[in-house]
């Protein structure tokens, strides 16, 4: 079981931003994705595991960590699937309670947007999972999710559809409320929402679909 787990990938990672965001949290497992564990080594972290085929991991940090105690899983260059997708399958395998992904945003659109569709595995399983950055938080929910002040990661709360369809959405305590409201592709209805200001929580709830709940701010 890895408890709460923080995964890095090999996207852009703003250090600064990743301390913080670390040192407020209370990780069970730290897995990396490739090049992730060259951020690992700037973020000074210990990692539990390390899997990729680790072509573009510097010599002297793969050397550093196989003398400490991360464990490596190696698999070739060639394959069906993302350092990522094949890390967050295996994290969900060994049973992560939650999980927070840095590393998965950046300059590659394409690897963002595949990164925000394999969040899917996790969601499947009930395993709460964070994309996040300095400005963004975000994740997947189905049928219902509720967003507190204290806990909201930044001021605006967007809800865009993953799925064709999601329908009979009630959102209660948000600026903009909505009443059984069907989200599609195609149209921005749930772009820049934000909680309303004499609530200190607000109640999403819908029938079929998958939602993208992102929460920013400036």
Known sequence: MLGNTLLIGGGQVDLAFAKEYIRKQDFDTVVCADSGLDTADRLALEVDYAMGDFDSVSTKIYQKYHQMQTAFVSYPPEKDATDMQIVL???????AK????LGATGKRLDHFLGNVNILMIP????????IVDPYNRLYLVKKKASFEQDHVFGKYISLLPLTEKVTNVYIRGLKYELQGANLAIGNSLGVSNELAMECTKAELTFDDGILIVIESKD
């Open 98 to 101: 939650e999980i927070h992904i």
């Open 89 to 95: 399958d295996w994290a969900v395998e060994q049973g």
């Open 123 to 130: 969601l499947q399983k009930g395993i709460r999972t964070y």
